[in-house]
């Protein structure tokens, strides 16, 4: 296991214990201002089956708030910032205390509002202070480690061009204020003909999956290609299968049209183009809100589902669904899947790009594309996590290296889940070239810039009101 994933499961386990200190603290409190029959002793009242029911639940019900606001996620674990985490803490107690005191504690026997006002901020108090101690302590103590080297993110520099030089140099002599280990370069275009470089040993194995393994590496560091911003570009599309951090130097910021998601780090400063400048507890939200629209969704739609199964079936030979290979998450190849609007033998003559004239589509076809029909199979796709219901749409590989080729920029639409519907989709529509899949990009990368569950719902509204008035192709 890894040192962030002990981190993580070290966070969740005393948040758990701490939230149960502070309920307990909460019921020694309420036991002695709440009116009752006294002949109860305190051990009796706090091991009354609500009181110990409460005991177990409120904590877990505290953690799973905790972890929905992304206290818990991966990129969101070791190099905390104290004051985010302090209103975290703060946040996630109140709602807490709202939770409890609605759904147990409103009938409670108090004759008196102040009383009763006063309690709820001892409730909000007993959450707070002990969890917030403890996550201090423990970033704290994360942060001393950093500092004392006892904790390293192994990193490799991509690039071993001299003319990077002065980068690495600054990156190299600040690892004890960044948190890096970089223990090495990697020359892919060989650009450096000597086996070290900055007194660290240069890498030229191809199989950089198999190198970043080995070497049990975490973040990789992204130079300039000497082969230009195209050959740039090209590399960075190959680290995002590899599931590493990715990290830009400033040098490299011109490659990016979005608002940079700066790394935390104290001396050199890196650009994060693994993930999206997305507040955590949107991402969480966002993949609750798909598993739950989703799975409703495949629910609900099972009649219409099979009715246009049928029509598909009828209306010319082959398979109902139409399986395709598409790029998604962090480059990850997954299968799309759709009601088949075309003849089996559409694509023979390899990839093409299809219109609403297209011959290849059936007359089935038309309707359900017009109606964008053929989509709904792809709430399974949003089930399972490929995909979510809005983000960018996923194109094929074959056609997303000739869009990098052309605007590298491209790139940053995978540090996001694609999606059933986008913003490209519902105000540009459906590309039938590749200078319009350029043209749609700019509205996938405004989405980017402005992922929230209100800019979500809008883009639903408006796919919804797409499908009702045909005005899918």
Same mark, same amino acid.
């Given at each position: ?7 993580r ?34 051990l ?6 609500? +009181?110990?029911?409460?005991q ?7 953690v ?13 674990s #070791? ?30 026997? +108090? ?5 009763? %006002? ?24 994360? !942060?001393?480690? #950093? ?30 204020? *960044? ?11 060989n650009?450096?003909?000597? *086996? ?36 740039? !570009? ?20 011109? +490659? ?13 400063p ?11 507890? #949107?991402?969480?939200?966002?993949? #609750? ?5 989703? !799975?409703? !969704? ?11 199964a ?7 030979r ?41 011959p290849?589509? *059936?007359k ?10 053929d ?45 059933? *519907?986008?913003?490209?989709?519902v ?19 405004? %989405? ?22 045909g005005?899918?192709?």
């Amino acid at each position: 296991m890894g040192d962030i994933n002990k981190f993580r499961i070290k966070y969740i386990v005393a948040d758990f214990l701490s939230v149960n200190v502070g309920w307990l603290l909460f019921n020694f409190i309420r036991y002695l201002r709440l009116p009752h029959d006294y002949s109860i002793s305190l051990l009796e009242w706090l091991t009354t089956k609500p +009181v110990l029911f409460g005991q177990l639940f409120v904590p877990v019900c505290m953690v799973l708030l905790y972890a929905l606001s992304g206290s818990y996620n991966r990129d969101n674990s #070791v190099f905390k910032s104290r004051l985010d985490e302090l209103i975290n803490t703060a946040v996630v107690s109140f709602i807490g205390m709202l939770g409890v005191y609605f759904t147990a504690l409103i009938n409670d026997n +108090v004759a008196e509002r102040m009383t009763n %006002y006063a309690l709820i901020l001892v409730l909000f108090l007993c959450f707070f202070i002990p969890t917030e101690s403890i996550r201090l302590y423990l970033t704290t103590g994360m !942060a001393r480690a #950093v500092r004392e080297g006892r904790y390293r993110v192994k990193a490799l520099i991509i690039g071993a061009s001299q003319d990077n030089s002065i980068h690495a140099s600054r990156l190299i002599n600040s690892q004890a204020q *960044t948190g890096l280990d970089i223990i090495g370069f990697v020359d892919l275009d060989n650009e450096n003909a000597q *086996t070290t470089h900055q007194g660290l040993p240069i890498y030229r194995d191809k199989n950089l999956q198999r190198l970043c393994d080995d070497k049990k590496i975490e973040a990789l560091i992204i130079m300039p290609s000497g082969a230009g911003l195209p050959r740039t !570009a090209e590399i960075i599309y190959e680290l995002y299968g590899l599931k590493r951090a990715l990290y830009l130097t400033p040098s490299l910021y011109n +490659v990016l049209v979005t608002k940079p998601r700066v790394h935390s780090l104290k001396a050199e400063p890196l650009i994060d183009i693994s993930n999206a400048r997305i507040p955590p507890h #949107v991402i969480n939200l966002k993949r #609750v809100s798909d598993i739950l629209i989703s !799975a409703c !969704a495949i629910l609900v739609l099972l009649p219409v589902y099979a009715a246009i199964a049928l029509a598909v079936k009828l209306d010319s030979r082959g398979p109902v669904f139409y399986r395709q290979e598409r790029v998604g998450y962090h480059k990850k190849i997954f299968k799309i899947v759709k009601f088949r609007s075309m003849y089996t033998d559409a694509e023979k003559n390899g990839p093409a790009l299809s219109s609403p004239t297209d011959p290849r589509i *059936t007359k089935v076809g038309h309707y359900l594309r017009k109606f964008r029909l053929d989509e709904l199979p792809q709430f399974w796709n949003v089930l399972v996590g490929d995909m979510s219901v809005v983000g960018p749409r996923p194109e094929r590989e074959y056609y997303v290296r000739q869009l990098e080729e052309l605007y590298p920029a491209y790139s940053l639409v995978h540090q996001v889940r694609p999606g059933i *519907t986008s913003l490209g989709l519902v105000k540009f529509g459906y590309a039938q070239s590749i200078d319009e899949m350029l043209e749609r990009l700019a509205f996938d990368i405004i %989405y980017i810039e402005n992922v929230s569950i209100g800019v979500d719902i809008k883009i639903l509204l408006h796919t919804i009101i797409t499908v009702v008035t045909g005005r899918g192709v």
